[in-house]
């Protein structure tokens, strides 16, 4: 792991400062967290263009029932 400076407008500061606490864990640890899930995302460098997290499951029930209602399971839609 490697230290680094990170210069945040004050409005950013405040909400992983928030989200840190509400966690429980270091500002550290939600900066390492949300650059993760933002270099997993689509159109981010290195990731597949237009590639969602769930593709990985997409089907992985045989009669598809999961992933055809994965939204209203999930959200509620």
Known sequence: MKRTTVVLPDDVYEEVR????????????IV?????????APG??????????????FGIINDGTLTQNLDDELYGI
């Open 18 to 29: 928030r989200a840190a606490f509400d966690a429980h864990c270091s500002i550290s640890e």
């Open 32 to 40: 390492r967290q949300r650059v993760t899930v933002a270099r997993k």
């Open 44 to 57: 981010a460098p290195g990731a597949e263009a237009g590639r969602m997290p769930l593709d990985d499951v």
